[in-house]
């Protein structure tokens, strides 16, 4: 393991000037992507970390209480000092919309059209969800855990408004690792990503993590709401029936250099990042035109079993011309990036190796 990892810069300025802008998808609800060259670092800035939302950000109070009900036998109200009062932690995780990498799919899914910056890493402080549990006294008949953000509205295909709202199952929500987060990168978690409570299930895809989380309910039985059965499922065009999005594919990323660079002829260092839900990531491969076999990269000491790890590679660049980089990840549990992502009704889950075009001159 390596030490602490490098800060994430976040002076204010202008890209360049240590602060790098998202690329906005839309502005109501905000959605807006983080840049590449933001992903160089271990932790993401908070002006740069991607932003998902399905509706209007609510405006919730600093003071917000979070209500723990259904199926326990203490119901709870729970505010920012009473959480922490149970003693937190802090963990490093990457997060990874389900949807990044939706417009490498053809023809192209519905859906935000994410390239590959819906992605980013922090270090979230909060109290074990666990925790909250055991204070509540769950009865012994539960088997999910809801949780239910602050923000509401209506899907274009739902006739009523509805709140964002997601379950677990029980033995996810009382993994040790699954955070009532409070804080991110060492400051109060900003408006925009879920303040001033959000849950943080490392592991799987953001969908999971639920903002401005208000209200926590033990289940006797599966949750059937929209964001459950009707998105957040991988339906494929082979007619089988739909199963639940969850854990996070392995991935990695080419940061450095960019598509569409032009480089000057000679060693050049390529850099990236990968990761996996399944576990840490063991082998990066980079690909060169698809003319020989892949080469393995280097990789750096893993900053978290929840977060990405970094890589570089020293291409040595003589050929003039331009080229194609492709980089494949491989895990822990031996699961490896594709060629191709499988096609799907919303685009989740498109986990296909990254093409980077270069010109050696």
């Keep these: 393991m390596r030490g602490n ?68 036998q203490q119901a709870l109200r729970l505010d920012i000092a009473d959480l922490q009062a149970m003693g937190t932690r802090t963990l490093t995780a990457t997060l990874e919309c389900a949807g990044n990498g939706r417009t490498g799919l053809q023809p192209l899914p519905a859906g935000e059209r994410w390239g590959l910056g819906a992605v980013g890493t922090a270090r979230w402080t909060g109290v074990p969800l666990r925790a909250v549990l055991e204070s509540a006294r769950l009865r012994p008949h539960v088997v999910e855990i809801l949780a239910i953000g602050a923000d509401r509205g209506r899907p274009p295909d739902v006739a009523d408004e509805i709140p964002f709202a997601r379950s677990l ?120 035109d698809g003319a020989e076999p892949p080469r393995d990269a280097t990789l750096l000491p893993p900053i978290s079993p929840h977060a990405w790890r970094a890589w570089e590679f020293a291409w040595d660049a003589t050929n003039l011309g331009r080229h194609i980089l492709r980089s494949y990840a491989t895990d822990a549990k031996g699961n490896r990036q594709p060629e191709v992502g499988r096609w799907n009704r919303y685009g989740y889950g498109n986990n296909a190796a990254q093409a980077v075009a270069v010109t050696v001159q």
């Design 5 to 72: 990892p490098r800060k994430a810069k976040d002076s204010g300025g202008p890209p360049g000037a240590g602060k790098e802008r998202v690329r906005i998808l839309s502005a109501e609800p905000l959605n807006a992507e983080t840049p590449l060259e933001a992903l160089a670092e271990d932790l993401t800035p908070e002006s740069s970390f991607f932003v998902r939302s399905h509706f209007r950000r609510p405006d919730v109070p600093r003071k917000q209480v979070l209500e723990v009900v259904g199926a326990v």
């Design 169 to 288: 199952p029980l033995a996810k929500a009382r993994d040790p690792d699954t955070l009532l987060a409070v804080q991110m990168n060492g400051r109060p978690i900003p408006p925009e990503h879920g303040a001033p409570i959000r849950l943080i299930v490392p592991g799987w895809y953001g969908m999971a993590s639920v903002k401005w989380l208000e209200r926590i309910e033990a289940r006797a039985e599966p949750f059937r709401g929209y964001y459950q059965l009707d998105r957040y499922v991988y339906d494929h065009a082979d007619g089988n029936s739909p199963t639940p999005v969850r854990t996070i594919r392995v991935r990695s990323v080419i940061v450095f250099p960019r598509d569409g660079d032009a480089v000057r002829q000679g060693q050049l260092i390529v850099t990236g990042k990968a990761w996996s839900g399944e576990g840490v990531v063991v082998r990066v491969q980079i690909g060169v």
